[in-house]
């Protein structure tokens, strides 16, 4: 520094110290800001995989009370005569005729 200068030497000073204070602090700084910005992004990350879990769950139980309602749908008669066709083995027309004679005894 030049001498003799106008500004007092403590003036001076703790304004040199005040810079190498803040040159100092600033990559600390810079790095609690940088772990931030990866908690941050780590939370939106978790709560991205919690939304994406739910709507895959709700999804399953759909599709499981579709299929549930499918099967209950089905008209048993229906399912026979086809498993009947299936299997040419002419059960529901055993079961039908054995029906008919019950009725008849009524």
Do not use: C, H
């Not at 709560?47 to 879990?53: K, L, R, T």
């Not at 099967?71 to 048993?76: E, G, I, K, R």
């Amino acid at each position: 520094m030049a001498w003799p200068t106008r500004v007092n030497s403590q003036i001076t000073d703790a304004v040199t110290q005040s810079n190498v204070q803040v040159v100092g602090d600033a990559p600390a700084i810079a790095m609690g800001s940088v772990f931030q910005t990866m908690g941050q992004s780590t939370g939106i990350l978790v709560q991205n995989a919690v939304a994406a879990n739910q709507q895959q769950t709700s999804l399953a139980q759909a599709s499981t009370n579709q299929g549930v309602m499918q099967v209950y749908s089905l008209d048993t008669t229906a399912v026979a005569g086809a498993s009947e066709k299936v299997a040419q083995v002419g059960v529901a027309d055993n079961l039908t005729s054995l029906l008919t004679v019950m009725n008849a005894f009524k």
